[in-house]
């Protein structure tokens, strides 16, 4: 996982009141597959990779390419890729580097970093996951002999964080350069299994869980170590063997009770049981993993707009039918009456989701796409001018705003974005552009 996805999803979570039709994925070494079940209503989805990822261990989508990673233990160690909407098998990384490979996390550059659990001990391997490129080592004495892997995930800083069962600690490290930063939640471990870093009131959190008869999550504040309490505790995820974060900020634990595995959710700020699902499934295996949002591209017009060079916040809202799904803001730089490319990412996935835009002085303009898969192209968008207060329509109070700011001329935005065409002032044109829309609303 790469943290500023995290945030970001948990940002815009706080806005949402939907379901999410996010896929997890959840190994299963019984079958040598991945199998998919949908978050919210844990829905199964099917599975890949059966006969492709022998004795696999650890899954995770990259956030880059979209990919599906798996780490795989038969005679040697290697990670096989796949596309996970169809399975096909998209090649091998790490053979003759690797030895017992486990977990899997993505740098904030893409770096792929690898956990192995080596004869000669524990030690983290970096790799370009797309061209299977071996870019070093770190970790190499520090991590010890785990019995049965290490869990790591790497936040926006390339700060590594991994821990190993039967460790009794969280272990940090510089992901460039290898050097050793110390240790979270020293005293509070005895055998630490699975590990992620989110956002929990606006600050970074890392929370791993406990491999025990009672299983639990415990909670660090990363910026001073701080213990912030459990998760999950008495019973609820016995032999917790891996966790995650869904796009609404609920924190995944796949736990393991003979003879049942399943993966529990629950709400980390508050510790509240949201309900369980894969359960009776006679799956067997250490990974888990949340889809990667969805990549929402195509084109900005700005009607009636001559300026250029300066960017302009544009909100893009994602609805499945009438319900709200999220939103984010991103800048953009119009060019006349140019078409502009723009990309977004969304927890949206459907055949029919509605995409809403609107920037400053331009009513809101929708179209429905299908956001399947890894998302969408050619979503392109045509936004209507004229309304600089914001208010989904263009009226009187418009052109009141712009009078009042009439002959102003500025190097960029102007107060209430009253320089309706971009022009650089204030003027009768801007003036006519929002009586050749008067009476326009929002779509």
Known sequence: MVLNRSLMLL???????????????????????????????????????????PNLLSVEQSPFDDNLYVTCTSGTGFIVRLNPYTGEYLGMIGNGFLEFPDDIAFGPDGTLYVTDLKSTGGCILKFNPTTGEYLGIIGNGFLGSANWGHSIDVNDSNVVYVIGAGGTAIQKFNGLTGEYLGVIGSGFFSNGRGLVLTNIGGEEHVLSGIASSQGSVLKFKTSDSSYQGVLASGGFVPNVRAIDVMPNGWLLARGYSNPTEYVARFVPDTGEYKGLFAANWGISGYGIAVETPATVTGTLVFGNYVGSGVSRPVTFEFYDGATFIDSTTINVTPNGGTPVAYSVDTDARGASITVKANGTRWLKEAVVANISGPGATGVNLTLQNGDPDLTGEVDAADIDMVILNFGSVFPGPGPEDSDIDGSGEVDAADIDVVIANFGAIDD
Do not use: C
């Open 11 to 53: 940002a815009l979570s706080q806005l949402a009141v939907a379901s999410w039709a996010t896929l997890v994925y959840v190994s299963d070494i019984n079958n040598d597959s991945v199998l998919k079940f949908e978050a919210d209503t844990g829905e199964y989805k099917g599975s890949i990779g059966t006969g492709l990822v």
